[in-house]
């Protein structure tokens, strides 16, 4: 089929891609590790994710995790020293927010969550969360891709590598996000060393036009048939070029980025117009760019995509550094109602038990107040926190109802049961069915994970 001389045997079957040839190589290495697109080392309870990044750093002591000590302490100096943190910190600033216990578990959420409040018996809530440091760059990509400084594929990669997409007229894994890119950009859904068609596809979901959301994905001067022969003739003269070129990894996947890009005309369109919902399902999301892409996510999840991740806007909308009433109530009112829908809707469909959804933020925030950079006084907000904070996660197995791990009696450090990045991804992964020891990629001559050589999996949040 191809001169050995330019595609050896073991290029052939990577190239072969979702099926045999994958397995077939993974026999040929000697190795126990998934390859790309086989069978999960067990049967896991869930099948895709749904990561809602609430970027920028939401509250835990305003969100997830009450803190009485804190309210009675307002306006004095914590008794210890205040945690090292990207700012000056100063006294304790109590929450602006009611919390009130939900649902049969007695869960308490704040009063900025009406709408997910009520769904606290799906949810486990991990208070305990840590990264290593207080900035966005670094935490953002600790949470996506499990190391904070090198270049490392990103979880959505991880998982459609070792597991495959559902629908090939669809990319495994999209990245939805209103107006713009997060800090850190595109790195956020990289590949890296992995192979360039696992990247995440961006998405601009504040165009509210189908058509728009992924530009030219439509083509208007030919028609099917005429753009299937030009098609046919461009893979024919893209597979010779590879053919003496069977190492440059970034060749193979622009062309296979221009295959999938073919194919999504199929789908495209259809999978990203929400309005193609009935009315009862657009009124139980609401209106907004945050509800209206956590609705798009479930529609992807529907069509087989592997990996969706939200994030809440570009930049860091949810970096209160002042006034903390005003401005998380505003980022939690724009997304509470598609947040409690997504859960709600998941279930409706019987798509919950296997769509594991995790909410959380790159870090959490200070209990005491932020002091204002230029030595004047405090602005009622709070700095970055890296030591303890608050996530959530529903559907795909994870036992509803649960609160794991504890901060503090103000909400600054994690001290009981301490979760890092590294135990989520193990975790979340063993929900999907892999090992996070054995699902590894060789490259410059090491066997790598999404976990390093870290993690382990959170049994008590598993059903």
Known sequence: MYDQQHFSRRQFLQRSGMGIGSLALAHLLGRDSLAAGSAPHFVGKAKHVI????????????????????????????????????????????????????????IPISEIFPHLSKCVDEMAVIRSMHVELPNHE????????????????????????????????????????????????????????????????YVDTSKTDPKQLIEYVHNDRLTPQEQKSQFDLLQKMNDRHLANRPNE?????????????????????????????????????????????????????????????????????????????????????????GLAALIIDLKQRGLLDETLILCT??????????????????????????????????????????????????????????VSAHDLHATMLHLLGIDHERLTYRFAGRDFRLTDVHGKVIDKIIA
Not at 143 to 151: I, K, Y
Not at 294 to 322: K, Y
Not at 387 to 407: D, E, N, P, Q, R
């Open 138 to 201: 670094m935490s953002l990509m600790l949470m996506n891709t499990g190391d904070q400084r090198l270049v490392r594929p990103s979880f959505g990669s991880w998982l459609t590598w070792g597991m495959g997409s559902e629908n090939q007229n669809l990319p495994g894994f999209i990245a939805l996000c209103p107006g713009g890119l997060p800090v850190g950009g595109a790195g956020n859904w990289r590949s890296a060393f992995l192979p360039g068609v696992y990247q995440g596809t």
């Open 361 to 418: 933020g790159e870090f959490g925030r200070t209990p005491s107040v932020e002091m204002g950079t230029n030595g004047s006084g405090a602005a009622q907000g709070r700095d970055h926190n890296h030591w303890g904070f608050s996530l959530w996660l529903a559907g795909g197995g994870i036992k509803g109802g649960t609160i794991y791990g504890a901060t503090d009696d103000f909400g600054f450090r994690a001290v009981e049961n301490p």
């Open 249 to 337: 990894v970034a060749l193979e996947a622009r062309i296979r980025s221009f295959e999938l890009a073919y194919r999504m005309q199929i789908e495209a369109t259809d999978a990203f117009d929400v309005q193609q919902e009935p009315k009862h399902v657009l009124e139980l999301y609401g209106e907004g760019p945050q509800n209206r892409q956590l609705l798009m996510a479930r529609r992807l999840i529907e069509r087989g995509v592997r990996f969706v991740q939200t994030w809440h806007g570009n930049m860091q909308p949810w970096d209160s550094h002042s006034n903390i009433n005003a401005s998380h109530r505003k980022v939690a009112g724009e997304c509470d109602q």
């Open 51 to 106: 990561h809602v990044f609430l970027n920028g750093g939401m509250s835990q002591v305003d969100t997830l995790d009450p803190k009485p000590e804190l309210t009675k302490r307002g306006g004095q100096m914590l008794p210890f020293d205040n945690l090292q943190t990207e700012r000056k910190t100063g006294v304790a600033l109590p929450s602006p927010f009611q919390f009130k216990q939900h649902g049969k578990s007695g």
